[in-house]
């Protein structure tokens, strides 16, 4: 914009200034002409008066008259003598033979004298070019004079001029930065004024505009990171506008997807065809998905075109919600198994008490020893179902106390003997020695008595169960930096890598067959599991097959 004033700029000064002189060339030669008449008629008639004054007629003289006139007036005088003989100058470098086009003025006049009867004074345009010629110098100086005064001074007011400009500019600049406060001075013009009030408004409606947007935004994305369901937006072209970190994870997307088209995106081919049909439906939609590409995944997918405020017909988008629901799959298969599984521990012993029952009836209540034998089994059947009765009274009690507030204090050393007495004769009758190993200084805990105690003889009763006559069940306890470190160790059966994580699941059995031999209900394990969440601690077991089976309890001490 500069540039293009400056030249602008110089144009005009150069076009006006060459326009100006000639303008005032033409003027001044008009002047210099009228002069130069007024000269010539004012000179002519002075000479005429001279010669009509003299009496005497000498020609040399006349020369020399006409010689002196002409140099002192610039004319060619010419006297017409009575004779028809012609005195005129010579000196002037004017040849006698000029052209009609070169004379630029004449005047002749009647002379009453008895020697001469015309002078005729002419002006050559000749003449007129040294005026030309001077003047037309003067002109280029002043010239060259207006262009340098006026460049000092153009320059000068263009910096002024073009002032307000770059200020805009490097305001523009910072705003594009991020300085939305980036203010502009007043410049006196009202134009310019008015401009720079408006850029100064528009600047702080921008600011607030950010702002506003910004705190929208983050109030935004706070509320979708902080919603336990995925949310994923699409445009109508299939690009993303919009997700959160839960459908990132559900959908086990790693990358940066904004503004990516769905094809791009690495989810699995099932899915897209989904999003695909639901986008295609246009309006509310809910289908209940399985995917298995990364990990195996329950989700309900709900869906709703996201439309323009001003016009709510048209269509912008689809937004989708994704709710991940293979916990709540996974729970209600739990419960079915439960149930399954609890149906089917009660069925079998009613089955034979049942079976006892009418057998007695039918006469066998005569033969006491078939009697006696079927009422041992039947007090065994029945012992059974008391067992797991307590089982599940107990498991449903700790499931329930995750957050037990009971805090009593718990010596460890003291409920290991508490156990050992309880189960050293079962211990005893299989031969299983009983080793306790609790190193000096052991804390005591806080929390519920009977559930660390019941806990304890979950564990050490299932050692004795699954060990072999002859082996033994140990018990080391020590404390471990802020930990209670508890290991339950036997030299038993021991249990593979395939059934290691799922020993703690209820009425899962590695051996069905050796488990109700040894008169197991199949919820040791989950009770103790969920005692040790009670006491905010971990277990964990280490095994393996004919070498014996290793329970790590790690409680926290506060």
Not at 103 to 130: A, G
Not at 183 to 199: A, C, E, P, T
Not at 394 to 409: I, T
């Amino acid at each position: 914009m500069r540039k293009r004033i400056t030249i602008t700029f110089l144009i005009l000064v150069i076009s006006s200034s060459i326009i100006t002189g000639f303008v005032s060339l033409n003027f001044q030669k008009t002047i210099y002409v009228r002069n130069l008449e007024e000269k010539v008629e004012s000179n002519i008639l002075l000479l005429k008066d001279l010669l009509e004054e003299r009496r005497t007629f000498d020609k040399k003289e006349l020369e020399n008259l006409v010689d002196n006139y002409s140099k002192l007036i610039g004319t060619k005088i010419i006297l017409t003598l009575k004779d028809g003989s012609l005195v005129s100058t010579h000196d002037m470098g004017i040849e006698n033979n000029a052209k009609p086009l070169d004379i630029l003025f004449t005047k002749t006049v009647e002379v009453k004298s008895q020697f001469i009867t015309h002078i005729n004074m002419t002006v050559y345009s000749r003449d007129l070019k040294e005026v030309n010629d001077t003047f037309g110098k003067y002109m280029v100086i002043s010239i060259v004079t207006g262009l340098l005064i006026a460049f000092l001074i153009g320059l000068r007011y263009l910096e002024h001029a073009t002032k307000p400009y770059k200020d805009i500019t490097k305001a523009t600049q910072s705003i594009i930065k991020g300085k939305y406060d980036e203010k502009i001075d007043f410049y006196g013009d009202k134009d310019m004024d008015n401009l720079v009030q408006n850029f100064n408004l528009m600047g702080t409606k921008l600011q607030d505009t950010i702002k506003e947007l910004q705190g929208a935004n983050t109030k935004l994305e706070a509320t979708l990171t902080s919603i336990d369901n995925g949310v994923i937006a699409f445009d109508n072209s299939l690009n993303v506008i919009l997700i959160n970190p839960f459908a990132q994870n559900i959908l086990n997307i790693k990358e940066d997807i904004m503004g990516k088209n769905i094809d791009e995106i690495l989810i699995e081919d099932r899915f897209k065809e989904i999003i695909t049909e639901v986008i295609a439906q246009g309006s509310f939609y809910k289908q209940e998905v399985e995917m298995t590409l990364s990990n195996h995944k329950v989700i309900n997918l709900y869906s709703n075109s996201i439309t323009s405020t001003k016009d709510p017909t048209k269509k912008i988008g689809v937004v989708l919600i994704i709710q991940d629901i293979s916990k709540l799959r996974k729970l209600e298969m739990v419960r079915a198994d439960f149930v399954a599984n609890v149906s089917h521990e009660l069925k079998t012993p009613l089955t034979s008490l049942k079976g006892f029952i009418e057998t007695l009836k039918e006469g066998a209540i005569e033969d006491r020893n078939v009697a006696n034998k079927f009422l041992n089994i039947m007090d065994i059947e029945v012992n059974r179902l008391n067992a797991l009765t307590n089982d599940l009274l107990l498991l449903s009690e700790v499931e329930n106390k995750k957050h037990d507030l009971l805090k009593e204090l718990i010596y460890v050393e003291e409920v290991i003997d508490e156990v050992f007495q309880i189960l050293n004769s079962k211990a005893l009758n299989k031969s299983i020695t009983l080793i306790k190993e609790v190193r000096k200084g052991t804390s005591f805990i806080k929390g519920n008595y009977n559930y660390f105690k019941q806990m304890m003889i979950n564990l050490v009763d299932n050692g004795i169960k699954y060990t072999p006559p002859g082996g033994f069940v140990k018990v080391k306890a020590k404390n471990e930096r802020d930990n209670l470190l508890i290991e339950v160790i036997d030299n038993g059966v021991g249990v593979s890598k395939e059934h290691q994580e799922r020993i703690f699941e209820r009425f899962y059995r590695v051996d069905k067959s050796r488990s109700r031999q040894v008169g197991g209900t199949g919820l040791g394990l989950a009770i103790v599991k969920h005692i040790v969440s009670i006491f905010n601690g971990t277990i964990k077991v280490r095994s393996q097959l004919e070498e014996g089976t290793t329970f790590i309890i790690k409680i926290p001490l506060n």
